[in-house]
């Protein structure tokens, strides 16, 4: 099976630096990528930087090797292009059908899925000629990512930042395995999701917890933002990810706490989604000090019950508010994972619920993720092993058609 072929455009903009990044993300991962860049990028990072990442190649010009008609023919034969960072000047000219340099040239050939990933200050995202352009671009099938929050030259922040590398070969990864993974259906909607695992004190030092990473929940919000909601994403434990671009994360420890966040973010939310794996017990009462072990037999632990929180907010919910559930699951001597699950949906009464077989290797700590899609109204889809954004893109299908 051949490489996936990956034209990797880069503007003139002082992100351009995060491009040799996600340039080495996508190589390692097992992508072809030529690496296209504008002139003015090459102010930024030098051609060596990209040819040595790259093994191949690197032009600006559609007059470089013109008997192979490189303008065309990159193009045609891409699988993807991903274009990070996008300025504003280069997504004008792409909006204008401008073909002056090799990027241009090829984005006009490619029939492929094309992802814009911008940077620029604020001001210049804000602009209604830069709005327009996106809205242009995106009416055309061009996915243009919401870009982040935070620092940007000088002194300035606000949104306008590129991306994290990892969050764009994340999404660079879905649209490969789905083209139509990212459309605009959750414009103007409001979702929030919840992501980890919580962590129920024992002592200063210890807790009791459980093996979720967060990857799943993290990549339900992510996928949701691109797909132009507005999202809060309650986080509790996970592991060392960054912050979706264009989400808000409150961040939260014990069940308890997840508890409160839930309910102060889903008032008024079109879609609640928990895919946080919520500790059942907590110690009775936590110890202020480190307990020590001196020799004897431990005390018996003991533990109270959580609240349920997914059953509370589909207790809660509002009219027209899609509740998802997510439940981890192990066969036993009763039924396997399937059966378990389609009992957990009947016993909490939300819309839809993902379920995951886990053990083995499934479903915590890893990349992938595989499982069934539930629906109250007794539909049963089954989720193919992808990616963990290629499984929200799925959950967000669903709910997006019951908010339709």
């Given at each position: ?8 455009g880069?503007?003139g903009g002082?992100?351009a ?7 080495r ?9 030529r ?7 090459l ?12 093994g ?5 010009g ?13 193009g045609?034969?891409?699988?993807l292009?991903?274009?990070a ?5 280069l997504?004008?000219?792409a909006?204008?059908?401008r073909?002056?340099?090799l990027?241009?040239?090829?984005l006009l050939?490619?029939?492929?899925p ?6 620029m200050?604020?001001?210049m ?6 709005r327009?352009?996106?809205a242009?671009?995106r009416?055309r ?5 919401e870009?982040a929050?935070?620092r ?10 590129l991306?994290d590398p990892?969050?764009i070969a994340?999404?660079?990864?879905l ?14 909607r ?12 024992l ?8 093996r979720s990473?967060g990857r799943?929940g ?22 060392d ?13 014990s ?12 008032k ?5 989604v928990?895919?946080a ?5 907590r110690p009775?009462?936590?110890?202020g ?9 431990p005390?018996p ?7 349920d929180?997914?059953?509370e ?11 998802v559930?997510?439940a981890?699951?192990t ?5 396997g994972?399937?059966?378990h699950?389609r009992?957990?949906?009947a016993?909490k ?5 993902v379920?995951n ?6 479903a915590?700590?890893?990349a992938?993720?595989?499982?069934w899609l ?5 539909s049963e889809?089954?989720?193919a092993?992808?990616?963990?954004a290629?499984l929200?893109?799925r959950?967000w299908?669903a709910?997006?058609s019951?908010?339709?």
């Amino acid at each position: 099976m051949n490489s996936p072929s990956v034209l990797l455009g880069v503007a003139g903009g002082i992100a351009a630096y995060k491009s040799a990044e996600l340039l080495r993300r996508l190589t390692e991962t097992g992508h072809s990528v030529r690496v296209l860049p504008t002139a003015s990028a090459l102010e930024f990072v030098g051609a060596a930087t990209f040819e040595a990442l790259s093994g191949k190649p690197v032009h600006t010009g559609v007059f470089a090797d013109v008997p192979s008609v490189p303008h065309v023919k990159l193009g045609q034969e891409a699988d993807l292009v991903v274009v990070a960072p996008a300025t504003a000047d280069l997504m004008a000219r792409a909006a204008s059908g401008r073909a002056d340099d090799l990027l241009t040239a090829s984005l006009l050939t490619a029939r492929c899925p094309v992802l814009f990933a911008p940077a620029m200050h604020t001001e210049m995202w804000e602009h209604p000629a830069t709005r327009a352009n996106v809205a242009l671009l995106r009416s055309r099938g061009v996915v243009v990512m919401e870009p982040a929050s935070g620092r940007l030259t000088g002194k300035d922040t606000g949104p306008g930042r590129l991306p994290d590398p990892a969050e764009i070969a994340e999404v660079a990864r879905l649209l490969l395995e789905r083209a139509d993974a990212l459309p605009q259906d959750l414009a103007g909607r409001r979702v929030v999701v919840s992501a980890g695992g919580t962590r129920e004190a024992l002592d200063p030092v210890r807790f009791l917890g459980n093996r979720s990473s967060g990857r799943q929940g993290y990549a339900l919000a992510r996928v949701a933002a691109q797909r132009c909601a507005a999202v809060t994403l309650v986080a509790a434990h996970t592991a060392d990810l960054g912050d979706p671009a264009a989400v808000d994360v409150v961040r939260v420890g014990s069940a308890l706490e997840m508890r409160d966040a839930m309910r102060a973010a889903g008032k008024g939310a079109d879609a609640v989604v928990m895919a946080a794996a919520v500790a059942d017990f907590r110690p009775v009462a936590a110890a202020g000090h480190k307990i020590k072990k001196d020799g004897s037999e431990p005390a018996p632990l003991a533990l109270a019950l959580n609240p349920d929180i997914l059953a509370e907010l589909v207790a809660a919910r509002e009219p027209g508010q899609v509740v998802v559930g997510f439940a981890a699951e192990t066969g036993d001597s009763s039924g396997g994972p399937l059966h378990h699950g389609r009992a957990k949906l009947a016993r909490k009464g939300c819309d839809l619920l993902v379920v995951n077989a886990v053990g083995d290797g499934q479903a915590f700590e890893v990349a992938d993720n595989a499982g069934w899609l539930l629906g109250a109204d007794g539909s049963e889809t089954e989720l193919a092993i992808g990616s963990k954004a290629l499984l929200a893109s799925r959950v967000w299908d669903a709910v997006a058609s019951r908010l339709a």
